[in-house]
């Protein structure tokens, strides 16, 4: 997608600090993180939101959920604990128009969510 600030960041238009790539997804810091550990998981693909997620190729789908273990483990947060999340559409608080996986870790998460 031409504008998507998501697709820019995979095409290297926009600098992200990279976490890890494959040929299918893309992962790199949030640049507003919101704990010591803040993540964003994004298919290649352009997708806008959960709700299109059967647009997604299911391959694609489960490399993400795959990859997110590996990612924990890598920073450090497998053990004590971490915290996946989803934000879909206005009233789930999303903001950028490309699915995306937050994965948050390094302090003691909250519930209720904001
Ligand atoms: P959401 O509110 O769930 O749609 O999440 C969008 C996330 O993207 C927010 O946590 C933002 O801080 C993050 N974000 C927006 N622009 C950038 C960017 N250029 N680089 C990295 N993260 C970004
Ligand atoms: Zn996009």
């Known amino acids: 997608m031409e504008n998507c600030i998501f697709c820019k960041i995979i095409r290297g238009e926009i600098p992200a600090k990279k976490e ?4 299918s997804i893309f ?3 949030d640049i507003t993180p919101q704990a010591p550990i803040h ?17 997604l190729d299911p391959k694609v ?14 920073n450090g947060i497998l053990e004590k604990g971490y ?17 995306h996986f937050h994965l948050l870790g ?3 998460m909250v519930w209720p969510p904001g």
């Open 20 to 23: 890890y790539e494959s040929d």
């Open 27 to 29: 992962v790199f810091h």
């Open 61 to 74: 789908t489960n490399e993400i959920f795959q990859v997110i273990p590996k990612l924990a483990e890598k």
């Open 39 to 55: 993540l964003l998981i994004i298919p290649k693909t352009h997708i806008t939101s959960m709700n299109e997620i059967g647009n």
């Open 106 to 108: 390094g302090r003691h």
């Open 83 to 99: 915290r996946v999340v989803n934000n879909c559409g206005n009233y789930g608080g999303q903001t950028v128009g490309h699915l």
